[in-house]
């Protein structure tokens, strides 16, 4: 087996510190053989680069000529890109490779294909067992014959177009109009290793654009770039398979469902325009399918010309499955959009395409998923709770890109709920009798009615068992000395010039913000920590917070289980690991600083920032502001790298304490917990 040097040498590069047990883990070998290639690595760069290993730093490359470098580097790459190097290249290698065969290959005839042992073969194997899964496909394997794809035609592509369409994008190199190109290349790859002739020359990929374009013009049909690009790849491969007499089968009821609606019509004009163009005859099961395709093409937002989802039925299902999302979304975050109909309707008309996309596996990419990923960083978390509703529903889990489509919803219904000021709850409280608590109650009410939804009156003796679950701010007349569950504001009876201006900003959330919110606190802190897998680093943090507060029973096992459905790393070097439900007795952030990256989710994302989350089931709006704020502070790449480079509380306090005052001071309400400016006894 061999792993290119300048992989190697660039992993480590943009991983500094890196372990080379994370290394391993990476590559799918022992750290033995990360050693054997890490010296050979250095051999390679002898003179201008070389990757030192220290025990409590890690891996690190260290450049001594850096145009050298560069140039070996552009060269050593350029030289062995034909090659996969890592398991996960060589699965997509392998998967390619038996989803284009029809007939038996053994794991032999595959070992000296890829230059690597029978053991690293099985392992790769094992990967791909798990792709092919995923899409309803086997391993199958046969003593003296070898191995080879048992499922569905559909399936088999279904599996193969997806395939295309990520290498597409992991190559980069499609400009606007230039998928015919790529997709050619790509599909010539895979029939030039059956040592055959290239199927899917340009000619034919031309013809399938010219075809869908023409009829999707004249039968006014909206098919955004994305859908497009897809729709290309899938009509393609269709062809490739039927030139093999492969065909994809489809039970005559299923076959009388799509017959009725308008996407099989537009399939139709298609096949009967590529039938002229290329001189291929599409039977009824296979227009069936285009038309399938067609009708998972819309998203969150609806296309110009659409009629805001003309023809769009939504069921009884799919409304259920959006009251199941928001329901998840409520129990996790204790954001209640349960009522939101506006959200309701957006989700509803999402999903009922994308159900079709679920049920076939079909992707859809997004475009906007990376700037969707930081500027909602909130709505995306929220969007991964409530898609594991979909998963259970339809069978199949969302790719990033269907998840970034849902976290539009969200992000929409969050900044609906930032352009009106949340009406607060106030406990007004007065020693003197109920006359003047009364009397106070009609001043706030008259001075502060656009801000407040309740208004309670309590005696100062009855504090005690007085129920603060929906309580926001309590306004005294007399000072009191007990520690309570919200902020406390001293005001005069009869509430003075000074008084009203400064409840009101209190109330509207404009007081500045300073320092860090009161979620953080120093004993749940743990800079610097050795861990070196997530099992450890989540298994200790669980085991400081459970003796720390006062957790219930189950709080372990529902993070586990959220984490188990979904990992929660999002990029940046963060985490944040949280449970199912809220069933903590009060708010908190645990944060664990790592010495070293830790691989925390199946797709080899490192982390270094782990901020472990619990939430009071009771609902706070103070809560959501500082969700809303810190949620982009986790996606702030400078503040979080300076975090993870100091590593102390006041770094903390600096770097999370001033981002939300930046984040909460330019019209955001603040959070009245921390304000400095308003004059709030601290209890």
Wanted: aromatic share 8%.
């Amino acid at each position: 087996m061999h792993v290119d040097a300048a992989v190697l040498a660039a992993f480590v590069e943009a991983n500094p510190g890196v372990m080379p047990d994370a290394v391993a883990e990476r590559l799918g070998v022992s750290v033995r053989t990360v050693r054997t290639y890490v010296h050979q690595a250095n051999n390679a760069m002898e003179g201008f680069a070389a990757i030192e290993l220290s025990r409590k730093n890690g891996y690190r490359l260290q450049v001594s000529d850096p145009e050298a470098y560069a140039t070996w580097s552009a060269d050593a790459r350029s030289e062995d890109a034909a090659m996969p190097q890592t398991p996960s290249e060589r699965a997509s290698y392998l998967l390619n490779d038996l989803l284009m065969r029809t007939d038996w290959v053994t794991l032999e005839d595959l070992c000296d294909v890829l230059f690597v042992s029978r053991s690293t073969a099985s392992s790769d194997l094992k990967r791909v067992q798990k792709v092919l899964e995923s899409y309803g496909l086997t391993l199958e394997k046969r003593p003296h014959y070898g191995i080879r794809v048992s499922g569905s035609e559909m399936a088999r592509r279904l599996c193969l177009a997806n395939l295309i369409m990520k290498a597409i994008d992991e190559r980069a190199t499609v400009e606007e109009g230039g998928v015919e190109a790529e997709l050619e290349a790509l599909l010539a790859d895979r029939k030039a290793s059956e040592g055959g002739e290239d199927p899917a020359h340009n000619p034919a990929l031309e013809a399938i654009s010219r075809c869908v374009e023409q009829v999707s013009r004249e039968e006014d049909f909206q098919i955004n770039a994305v859908a497009y690009q897809n729709l290309l790849v899938h009509i393609a491969v269709a062809l490739v398979r039927i030139q093999e007499n492969c065909y994809v089968p489809m039970e005559t009821e299923q076959l009388e469902q799509m017959k009725g609606r308008r996407e099989y019509r537009v399939a139709e004009r298609i096949a009967e325009a590529i039938g002229r163009e290329t001189g291929v005859t599409l039977p009824e099961e296979e227009i069936a399918y285009i038309a399938i395709h067609l009708a998972g093409k819309r998203t969150v937002l609806p296309d110009p010309g659409d009629s805001d989802g003309e023809g769009l039925v939504i069921s009884d299902e799919v409304w259920g499955v959006v009251s199941e999302m928001l329901e998840r979304v409520w129990r996790a975050f204790r954001f209640d959009f349960r009522n939101d109909l506006e959200l309701r309707m957006n989700l509803a008309r999402h999903i009922v395409p994308l159900a079709v996309r679920l049920r076939y596996h079909m992707n859809l990419k997004n475009p906007l998923l990376e700037d969707i990923k930081v500027r909602y960083a909130l709505a995306y978390s929220m969007a991964i709770d409530a898609a594991t509703v979909l998963t259970e529903t339809y069978g199949s889990g969302l790719s990033d890109d269907e998840t970034g489509y849902i976290a539009l919803s969200f992000a929409l219904a969050l900044e609906r709920q930032k352009t009106s000021v949340a009406k607060k709850n106030i406990l007004v409280v007065c020693a003197s009798g109920a006359g003047s608590a009364r009397l106070l109650e009609y001043r706030c009410r008259r001075e502060f009615g656009q801000y407040v939804d309740k208004i309670m009156t309590c005696d100062i003796l009855k504090l005690d068992t007085f129920d603060f679950s929906q309580v926001d701010y309590v306004f005294t007349t007399v000072p009191i000395e007990k520690k309570l569950p919200v902020p406390i504001r001293e005001v005069t009876y009869f509430l003075d010039t000074e008084d009203v201006l400064e409840v009101r900003e209190l109330l509207n959330g404009e007081g500045a913000v300073s320092g860090l919110p009161p979620y953080f606190k120093r004993s749940l802190f743990f800079p610097h920590m050795a861990q070196r897998t997530k099992q450890e680093v989540l298994d200790f943090l669980l085991d400081q917070v459970c003796a720390a507060e006062e957790m219930p029973d189950n709080f372990r096992e529902l993070v586990w289980k959220r984490e188990g459905v979904v990992s929660t790393s999002f990029g940046n070097n963060v985490a944040m690991p949280h449970p199912l439900e809220a069933v903590s007795a009060s708010t908190f952030v645990c944060v664990g600083l790592l010495d070293h990256p830790v691989v925390w989710d199946g797709n080899g994302s490192t982390v270094q920032a782990v901020f472990l989350m619990a939430f009071a089931p009771e609902r706070n709006g103070s809560l959501h502001r500082f969700l809303n704020a810190f949620a982009e502070v986790l996606m702030d790449k400078e503040a979080i790298a300076e975090l993870v480079k100091y590593q102390s509380w006041e770094t903390l306090s600096a770097v999370v304490g001033g981002a939300l005052t930046h984040e909460l001071g330019e019209g955001a309400p603040a959070d009245p917990a921390v304000s400095a400016e308003v004059p709030l006894t601290d209890s």
